[in-house]
């Protein structure tokens, strides 16, 4: 394991193997009347948010929790930055208090690269501009191979506004790492830029027309798992498309794409890594189906952190089988 996760690409297939393996002991702490193991007792995590978050923040403070670690949260709103401190100047107080890992979402793509070379704190990126979000991907992969088993050639097609986009960039790096086959979509104006030298390189399909993507003509076949991402107009200065209607019609997977899609492939699975708009980019028929793995991808997220917590503080070194539980709290009430 690399000393922090700032990206994908800090794994091989390897270590992404490893991390959704231990994932799958932490899922079954995760299913305990008694959710507590001692793995990290005495180290202490600071989740650091400069942005908004609710599933990640939480995710990462229960996970941190669930492995009786001393967990902190701060947010830009609450911290010095607030009051004009430099990014710097805070991670690095922080640091001299002698935390062990800072989880870090910022605005500024890159910032946690930046920081990680100021503190001696292992540092996880929890999503940094438009740039990545590692932990996102790791629980989307693991929660799709719950599902459909590995996904070596299996069909992936992510849709949507992938321009501004952080999970996008990660999931490129991991589902292709495990062997799957990925499409793009989105409209014109919602891609980023540069998008057919970045698929040559890395070896994924582009393509604006959902409904041949949806119908199996893309150039790796019938789709296994349709991944939708938000439209973020938090992050847009402009106008991307005409109006939220003609979004819907074009990109959307509304009532009777679902229709279409399920009838055709009964096992086809659909994710979205939340918050979602419904009546936008997914109505609330398919956020809601059978198909949807949504509430599985929340629960993963707390598997799947306990496992980045795991090898980034404890890993092989670690006196205490994984998922064993502490001694003063077995049996009792948590």
């Not at 899922?27 to 305990?32: C, F, G, I």
């Not at 946690?112 to 100021?118: F, S, Y």
């Not at 050639?153 to 960039?169: N, P, Q």
Request: glycine share 10%.
């Amino acid at each position: 394991m690399p000393r922090h996760l700032l990206s994908m690409a800090d794994l091989d297939a390897t270590g992404i193997r490893t991390i959704l393996d231990t994932a799958t002991q932490m899922h079954d702490v995760q299913k305990r009347a008694v959710k507590k193991i001692p793995t990290l007792r005495g180290r202490t995590i600071i989740n650091l948010f400069f942005e908004d978050s609710t599933r990640t923040r939480s995710s990462f403070e229960i996970a941190g929790k669930w492995m009786s670690a001393d967990t902190i949260n701060i947010t830009g709103k609450g911290s010095s930055a607030s009051k004009g401190e430099s990014l710097r100047d805070t991670v690095r107080t922080i640091d001299a208090m002698g935390v062990d890992a800072m989880v870090i979402r910022h605005g500024a793509s890159g910032a946690c690269h930046q920081v990680a070379g100021w503190v001696d704190a292992h540092v996880i990126n929890a999503g940094d501009g438009t740039h990545e979000h590692p932990t996102q991907a790791l629980l989307d992969a693991y929660t799709m191979e719950q599902r459909l088993g590995s996904l070596e050639g299996k069909h992936v097609a992510i849709v949507g506004d992938l321009t501004h986009s952080r999970v996008v960039r990660s999931n490129l790096i991991s589902l292709r790492r495990l062997g799957a086959h990925v499409t793009v979509v989105a409209p014109p104006t919602l891609m980023p830029s540069g998008i057919s030298t970045w698929s040559e390189r890395d070896g994924f399909d582009v393509s604006h027309d959902l409904d041949v993507v949806l119908q199996g003509g893309a150039s790796a076949g019938p789709i296994d798992a349709l991944m939708m991402l938000r439209v973020q107009k938090e992050r847009m200065s402009g106008g991307y498309f005409p109006t939220a209607r003609e979004y819907t019609v074009g990109y959307g997977l509304t009532r009777d794409r679902l229709a279409r899609l399920t009838d055709a492939n009964p096992d086809l699975v659909i994710c979205h890594p939340g918050p979602m708009n419904r009546g936008l980019e997914i109505s609330a028929d398919a956020a809601d189906a059978a198909q949807s793995l949504v509430l599985d991808q929340v629960s993963a997220g707390v598997a799947v952190r306990m496992s980045v917590l795991y090898h980034l503080l404890a890993g092989e070194d670690s006196p205490t089988e994984v998922g064993a539980p502490t001694s003063n709290t077995e049996g009792s009430a948590a």
